[in-house]
């Protein structure tokens, strides 16, 4: 190679020829032929980390609300499932005994059913467990109901063949009344 010379350069120097590559080439040329080599500085780096923790805690961020709300949905749903089993019972009874309808409790045959006059006004407490059980303690119930019966249904003559019936399911049981949440299921029931 004539006319050739090397120059000394921090990557162990390039053999080159006069005139075939402009100075900054000729000076400091790595071996793989590119100025520099591809890399992220720390200052990307630092940047990709910080947008990666913002939408990290952003996401854990939501995971008490969407707790939160699957379970109240889950008590909601439990509420409405209690009070149809005890709309169940009196509806089932009520043609054969409608002053005496038996709501029956868990669990099954211990204690006594709850006797439930439909020909009265009157109200009557149960408690539930966290499977929608009716009992009448309110040791490790969860939802605390009260059944209100009125006799006095608009439409119907004789109170003692109607009965207006309200469920009131609350929850937690054992919270005073202020801090619960509650819901009231209505149902007419009659004796024919």
């Known amino acids: 190679m004539k006319n050739s010379i090397v120059l000394g350069c921090s990557h162990g120097g390039l053999a080159n020829t ?23 500085s720390l200052l990307e780096v630092v940047i990709a980390l910080g947008v990666i923790t913002v939408g990290v805690v952003g996401v854990l961020a939501v995971f008490p609300a969407a707790l939160q709300t699957g379970h109240s949905a889950q008590d909601e749903t439990r ?11 009196l509806v089932a009874q009520a043609p054969s005994q409608f002053n005496n309808v038996q709501v029956p409790l868990y669990p ?23 499977g929608g ?7 490790n119930a969860s939802y605390a109901i009260t059944i209100f019966t009125n006799n006095a249904v608009p439409g119907f003559t004789d109170p003692a063949s109607a009965n207006a019936v309200t469920v009131r399911v609350a929850w937690p049981a054992n919270a005073p009344a202020a801090n619960q949440t509650f819901r009231d299921y209505v149902r007419i029931i009659s004796k024919y």
């Open 18 to 40: 006069f005139g075939a590559a402009s100075r900054p080439d000729i000076l400091c040329r790595p071996q793989g032929g590119s100025y520099r080599k591809a890399a992220f």
């Open 79 to 89: 509420a409405a499932h209690i009070a149809q089993s005890v709309f169940g019972s």
């Open 108 to 130: 099954l045959p211990s204690p006594s059913p709850t006797p439930i006059d439909l020909r009265t006004s009157s109200s009557y407490a149960l408690y539930a467990n966290d």
């Open 133 to 139: 059980q009716l009992t009448n303690s309110a040791t």
